[in-house]
């Protein structure tokens, strides 16, 4: 009898761990099939508004969704590089300064009466409250500029950034 009680105990560990593995596994399967979608909040940066979609232009007869822009507000100023700007303490990605000094831009953004190029434009703007269009890159710790004041400045469709023609 001690053998056979020995063999109906190992037969029922054997049962119940048998029985605890699957249940691990069906666990685990169950929660990676469940895995929740969760929307990502914009970064939230001192002194800066954000909203995430463009809105329609009224001038314009065609409009265009163009995914990863984000709209920020706030004061813009000049870093200590000539490409770089920043909004709130954020880095604002320009360009390249010979293409920011040799691109004119389509409106004029600063109000002084003239089309400027892009690096005249931002000048005139220096310290004062603006509305920009912008790209984040993965980290979120720096963005490219893409508009500004309702101007834009490079073509956020184009999968290349101008000064690489």
Request: glycine letters at 6%; aromatic letters at 6%.
């Given at each position: 009898?001690?053998?056979?009680?020995?063999?109906?105990?190992?037969?029922?560990?054997?049962i119940?761990?048998?029985?605890?593995?699957?249940?691990?596994v069906?666990?685990?399967?169950?929660?990676?099939?469940?895995?929740?979608?969760?929307?990502?909040?914009?970064?939230?940066?001192?002194?800066?508004?954000?909203?995430?979609?463009?809105?329609?232009?009224?001038?314009?007869?065609?409009?265009?969704?163009?995914?990863?822009?984000?709209?920020?507000?706030?004061?813009?100023?000049?870093?200590?590089?000539?490409?770089?700007?920043?909004?709130?303490?954020?880095?604002?990605?320009?360009?390249?300064?010979?293409?920011?000094?040799?691109?004119?831009?389509?409106?004029?953004?600063?109000?002084?009466?003239?089309?400027?190029?892009?690096?005249?434009?931002?000048?005139?703007?220096?310290?004062?409250d603006?509305?920009?269009?912008?790209?984040?890159?993965?980290?979120?710790?720096?963005?490219?500029?893409?508009?500004?004041?309702?101007?834009?400045?490079?073509?956020?469709?184009?999968?290349?950034?101008?000064?690489?023609?």
């Amino acid at each position: 009898m001690s053998v056979s009680t020995n063999t109906a105990t190992r037969r029922w560990i054997t049962i119940l761990a048998s029985a605890a593995g699957l249940a691990v596994v069906v666990t685990s399967v169950a929660i990676i099939l469940d895995d929740p979608d969760v929307p990502v909040e914009a970064q939230v940066v001192a002194g800066v508004t954000s909203t995430s979609s463009i809105p329609t232009s009224t001038a314009s007869a065609v409009s265009q969704s163009v995914d990863g822009l984000e709209r920020l507000e706030g004061v813009l100023l000049p870093s200590n590089e000539a490409d770089e700007w920043l909004l709130g303490g954020l880095e604002i990605d320009i360009g390249p300064v010979p293409w920011m000094r040799q691109t004119i831009v389509e409106s004029d953004i600063d109000g002084n009466g003239a089309t400027e190029s892009v690096y005249e434009e931002l000048k005139g703007v220096s310290g004062t409250d603006v509305e920009i269009w912008v790209r984040f890159d993965n980290t979120r710790d720096d963005a490219e500029l893409f508009a500004i004041n309702e101007v834009f400045i490079r073509d956020p469709t184009s999968q290349e950034p101008p000064w690489d023609d």
